[in-house]
C-alpha cells in the first residue's frame, strides 16, 4: 500500500494497524479463540501507546458581518424609540443587558448626523453608571469629534478637560479630534492658528508625537485657506520626519486646491505624488477631473478622464455626474449628453443625483422643457423622490426668469411626493428677491411660517447679498445706457 499520500496523524494509525496484523496471521490457527487470547496479549507485550488525536479544523471565527448587522439593527431601534417622543435614558435602561460601547459609539454617530449632540451627552452619562464601561481616550475622541462637526467647539474642549480629570492621558487621535473640532468653527483663521498651536504642542510630548493623519489634516485645512507657504512648510516638515504621506495626503491637498481654483498648486502636489511612487487613485482622478471641469480646462479634464480609463482604477458615478455639470455650466450640452451616453454604455446605473445633474445642465443650457421631462420621467417612475431633485428643478425655473412656474410647482409638490425644506425656501426666497418679486416673497414667508420653518440670520443674509448683487447690476446696466445715450446727442 502507498503510504506517500497519508497525512502523519494517518500513518501513526495505519502502523499501529500493521503491527496488530501481522500478530494476527502469526496466531491465525489458532483463531479460534482470538479475541480472548491475542488482544489482551499483544497489548499488554508492548510498552503502552497512546493516540492522541487533534483536531486540524480552524476555530470558527465570530462573523464580523453579522455582528455588525446586529449591532446597526439594535441601534435603529433605539433610535425608533427615541423619535417615538420616549426618553432616551429611558429606551437605554430598556435594552440594559444587550447595550455596550459598540452600540454607544453608533449612537453617537447617528445622534450627531441629526444634530443631537445633547443627546450624546446622555448617552456618555449613561455609559459612565454602566458596570462594564471603563474610561479610555476611544469614547472622548469619538465624542469630541461628533461636537466638532456640530460646531460645538466648547463642549469639544470641556470632555478634554473631562477626559485628563478622570486619569486618561490624550493620545494622537485625541488631539487630532480636538484639531479637527477648532478647524469646524466659522472663524477659519483664528482656527488654523488654534490648530497649529495643538501641532506644536504634540510635538513636544513623546508619547503624543503627531501622526500621518495629524498632517494630512493641517495640510488640507491650509490649502483651504491657500495658506501656500504653510502647505510647503509641512510638506518639508513631513518629508524630514520618519513619516511618510499617503494616499490621503496628496488627495485632500490637491482636492483643496482644486475647489478653490488653484490648478496651478494643485498639479505641483500631483507631481510631488507621482515621484514619491505613490499612484493616483479614483479619487485622485475625480478630484482632477472637477478642478479642471470647474476652470472649464476642458483639455486637461478630459486627458485625465482618458488617462482613467487607461488605468486600472474604474470612473464612478460622480466622475460622469461632474463631468456632465461643468459642460453644462460651459453650455456645452452636445458634450454632456456624450459624457451620459457613454456612462450608460458602460453598463452604469444613473442615481437621482445623476438626473439632477442633467436637469442642472439643461437649465444652464436654456433648455427647461428638456429639464422639466427629465423631473416628470422621475416623478412617473414612483421612485423616492429627493429634495434636492425638487431644488434642481426650482433653481432652473429661477436661473431663466420663471419664477411664476417655480412658484406653481412648490403649490404642487405635496402632490409629486416630497416636502419642501428649508434650503428649498431659502432658495426661493434668494430668488424672489434678486428677481424684485414682493408677492411671491410675501407668499413665500407665510407658507414657511405655516411649515414651521424658521429663518436664521444666513438666510436673510444671504438673500440681502443677492438683492444688492442685482440692484448694482441694474444700477451698472443704467449707467451703461445713460453713457451711451449721452454719446449718441454728441
Not at 479463540?33 to 491475542?38: A, H, S, V
Not at 449628453?337 to 457613454?342: G, I, N
Request: hydrophobic residues 35%; glycine residues 4%; contains cysteine.
Amino acid at each position: 500500500m502507498a503510504l506517500t499520500n497519508l497525512s502523519p496523524h494517518s500513518l501513526q494509525l495505519f502502523t499501529l494497524y500493521s503491527s496488530s496484523s501481522s500478530s494476527f496471521r502469526q496466531d491465525s490457527s489458532k483463531n479460534h479463540n482470538f479475541t480472548l487470547r491475542w488482544l489482551p496479549l499483544n497489548l499488554n507485550a508492548r510498552p503502552s501507546t497512546r493516540i492522541f488525536c487533534v483536531s486540524i479544523r480552524p476555530r470558527r471565527k465570530r462573523d464580523r458581518s453579522n455582528e455588525e448587522a446586529e449591532t446597526q439593527e439594535l441601534v435603529r431601534v433605539l433610535m425608533r424609540s427615541f423619535r417615538d417622543k420616549e426618553p432616551l435614558v429611558k429606551t437605554l435602561n430598556k435594552y440594559v443587558k444587550v447595550v455596550r460601547s459598540e452600540h454607544c459609539f453608533r449612537l453617537f454617530e447617528e445622534l450627531g448626523k441629526s444634530d443631537k449632540w445633547l443627546q450624546c451627552l446622555e448617552v456618555f452619562r449613561w455609559m459612565q453608571k454602566q458596570r462594564w464601561y471603563i474610561a479610555d481616550n476611544g469614547v472622548y475622541s469619538k465624542l469630541i469629534t461628533v461636537m466638532g462637526k456640530r460646531g460645538q467647539t466648547r463642549m469639544a474642549m470641556w470632555l478634554f478637560s473631562e477626559m485628563r480629570n478622570s486619569g486618561c492621558r490624550p493620545d494622537s487621535s485625541v488631539y487630532n479630534s480636538l484639531i479637527t473640532a477648532h478647524l469646524h468653527t466659522r472663524d477659519k483663521a483664528k482656527a488654523l492658528a488654534k490648530a497649529l498651536g495643538y501641532f506644536e504642542k504634540m510635538k513636544g510630548m513623546e508619547w503624543c508625537k503627531p501622526n500621518i493623519v495629524t498632517y494630512n489634516i493641517l495640510l488640507r485645512a491650509c490649502a483651504q485657506a491657500r495658506n501656500v507657504d504653510q502647505v510647503n512648510a509641512l510638506f518639508k516638515e513631513l518629508d524630514e520626519s520618519i513619516l511618510s504621506p499617503d494616499i490621503y495626503t496628496y488627495n485632500g491637498v490637491m482636492d483643496a486646491y482644486g475647489k478653490n481654483g488653484m490648478i496651478r498648486e494643485m498639479e505641483s502636489v500631483l507631481s510631488r505624488m507621482k515621484s514619491n511612487q505613490c499612484k493616483p487613485d479614483i479619487i485622485t482622478f475625480n478630484v482632477l477631473i472637477d478642478s479642471y471641469g470647474k476652470k472649464q480646462a476642458f483639455d486637461k479634464m478630459e486627458q485625465a478622464f482618458k488617462s482613467l480609463l487607461r488605468s486600472r482604477e474604474k470612473p464612478t458615478l460622480p466622475t460622469f455626474n461632474s463631468m456632465i455639470v461643468n459642460y453644462g455650466k460651459a453650455r456645452l450640452q452636445w458634450k454632456a449628453e456624450s459624457v451620459f451616453q457613454k456612462m450608460t454604455e458602460m453598463k452604469y446605473t444613473p442615481n437621482f443625483i445623476t438626473y439632477e445633474s442633467l436637469i442642472t445642465m439643461y437649465g444652464y443650457c436654456d433648455n427647461v422643457s428638456r429639464a422639466r421631462e427629465i423631473f416628470d420621467e422621475l416623478v412617473k417612475s414612483r421612485k423616492e423622490m429627493k429634495v434636492s431633485t425638487l431644488n434642481a428643478i426650482l433653481e432652473v425655473y429661477c436661473m431663466n426668469g420663471l419664477p411664476m412656474e417655480a412658484d406653481m410647482l412648490l403649490d404642487n409638490s405635496r402632490n409629486i411626493r416630497v416636502t419642501p425644506d428649508s434650503s428649498t425656501y431659502k432658495l426661493l426666497y434668494k430668488a424672489y428677491t434678486k428677481a424684485n418679486m414682493k408677492e411671491l416673497v410675501q407668499k413665500l414667508m407665510k407658507r414657511m411660517e405655516k411649515d414651521s420653518i424658521v429663518p436664521n440670520k444666513r438666510f436673510f443674509l444671504d438673500a440681502l447679498e443677492a438683492f444688492s448683487s442685482s440692484v448694482a447690476n441694474s444700477e451698472s446696466a443704467n449707467a451703461k445706457t445713460d453713457s451711451s445715450g449721452s454719446l449718441a446727442k454728441t
